[in-house]
């Protein structure tokens, strides 16, 4: 009998390897191949030749196309990052940090959809039933006909789920606790995580079933096991935040069935989270106008614009490689808007020690923040504030001049509803609200002209 070829997996990235080695050649890490029995990826692939496969039918393009029904939670902030809604017969992954509220979010979901009299079960594999009890009392879902199990085998949770009608939502807390006992490595590894989502995921295309993974992150912020499990599912959440914030960002990564980068927001409390419907005016409470160095942003997050402020503190410096600390913004990002307003406008910055924040913990990943990351930064140098009720935003490209940015009509609006009257931005195509003054800065230089109007620089 041909002896099973072994392999090994890197538990981090996934990479597959015939010899066991003390480094990851792929994404470099120390110590994380482990021997995989799944046998899902090694040996060459059988011959097709000999026996027949079944005919598969094809479907034309124009058939009519029956309409997704969609299952809502109830919790507008979740729907709006599913992309409207729960597709029946879906995977979705929600990875976050521990602690930051994805077991909650969860129960509160399907606590909301069992009142409404939808059939739900939450499986935890990391809490014990009463912990979990415990929680719902806290949520106030006491009262909620919700199926909890408190369960790691695969094996069991499928035989369960089988059993009669299949339930209309599945929550898996957390896919890296379960153990299928037909592969041989401990739960969280590789091979696990694959078969038990792989198991799961084709049980809700069978029986119509929407199972949620919770997925947990590694320290680099990634869903820990293989990237696969983000391809094998529909829609991958990321929930995160500051633990040091109350605010939570449910943010969509990929969704088969909606627009991506869509973004729910939600503040945690004693009560559990509560849905923040207008962000701008939670991320702007206690914001201050009047001190150098900060400058709201008018940003969009999906769909929806999202007002933020930046801070900025630059100071001079005498070591040799000043500190850069950014939080909430990309490091590479605040590097080329530093070089291109010493390259262009002579600012000097080198030889400073930066720090930038985005308030409220919210992370921006739009060029469109660069403007206003250089009118904080310059803000900063010259101790000149802003002008009163101003918003922000524009892209600076490495000539150091501004580019026009996507949807500024809805930034404006905004922006305009929220009481500001004024805005630096790019030349628009089209006029914005009257209730704003737009002031079009066209190179990174008229916008230091308005901190140094005399032209001198400190
Ligand atoms: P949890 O949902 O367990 O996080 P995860 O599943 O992502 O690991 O969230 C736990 C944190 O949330 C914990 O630190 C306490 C806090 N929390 C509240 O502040 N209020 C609440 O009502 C609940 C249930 C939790
Ligand atoms: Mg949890």
Redesign the pocket.
């Known amino acids: 009998m041909a002896k099973a070829q072994l392999s090994y997996n890197c538990r981090d990235c996934g990479a597959v390897y015939r010899r066991w080695q003390g480094k990851c050649d792929e994404c470099g890490e120390w110590n994380s191949i482990e021997e995989s029995k799944g046998g899902t990826t090694s040996g060459a692939p059988k011959g097709l030749s000999g026996k027949k496969g079944r005919r598969i039918d094809l479907v034309s393009l124009d058939t009519p196309l029956k309409e997704q029904p969609r299952l809502l939670t109830g919790i507008a902030e979740l729907d709006r990052a599913l992309g409207g809604g729960m597709v029946a017969g879906s995977a979705v992954l929600i990875g ?1 940090d ?7 979010l969860l129960l509160q979901a399907m606590g909301q959809l069992a009142l409404k009299g939808q059939d739900c079960v939450y499986i935890s594999g990391e809490e014990a039933t009463a912990q979990v009890q415990m ?1 719902a009392n ?2 106030g879902l006491s009262g909620a006909p919700l199926k909890l199990g408190c369960e790691t085998s695969l094996r069991d949770i499928l035989t369960t789920l089988d059993e009669g009608t299949p339930p209309k939502v599945v929550v898996i807390d957390s896919i890296q606790t379960l153990f299928a006992d037909h592969v041989e490595s401990a739960p969280g590894t590789v091979s696990q995580v694959r078969v038990c989502a792989h198991e799961l995921i084709s049980f809700a295309k069978r029986k119509g079933t929407v199972v949620l993974l919770v997925g947990h992150v590694t320290k680099d912020g990634q869903i820990a096991g293989p990237r696969v499990l983000e391809h094998m599912v529909d829609t991958v959440l990321y929930f995160e935040g500051d633990r040091g914030h109350q605010f939570r960002i449910l943010r969509a990564v990929k969704n088969r069935f909606g627009g991506t980068d869509e973004i729910g927001v939600f503040e ?5 989270l509560n849905e923040v419907t207008n962000p701008s005016a939670l991320f702007l409470a206690d914001h201050n106008s009047r001190e150098p160095g900060n400058c709201v942003f008018a940003g969009i997050e999906g769909s929806r614009p999202v007002l933020v402020e930046i801070q900025a503190l630059v100071a001079r410096s005498s070591a040799a490689n000043p500190r850069r600390a950014v939080v909430g913004w990309d490091s590479g990002r605040l590097a080329m808007v530093l070089a291109v307003l010493d390259a262009r406008a002579g600012l000097g910055l080198a030889g400073c020690d930066v720090y930038l924040n985005v308030a409220g913990g919210l992370k921006i990943s739009e060029p469109a923040a660069d403007l206003a990351v250089a009118a904080a930064l310059i803000s900063s140098l010259s101790q000149v504030p802003l002008p009163d009720e101003t918003v922000v935003f524009g892209e600076i490209s490495l000539s150091g001049d501004i580019r026009p940015v996507s949807q500024s009509e809805g930034r404006l609006k905004e922006s305009a509803k929220l009481g500001f009257a004024n805005a630096m931005m790019p030349k628009a195509k089209k006029a914005g609200p009257k209730a704003i003054r737009q002031q079009t800065i066209n190179h990174v230089n008229d916008l230091v002209t308005h901190f140094y109007p005399d032209g001198g620089l400190g």
């Open positions: 976050g521990p602690g930051i509220g994805k077991s909650t929680r806290r949520l945690m409390t004693g009560m559990g």
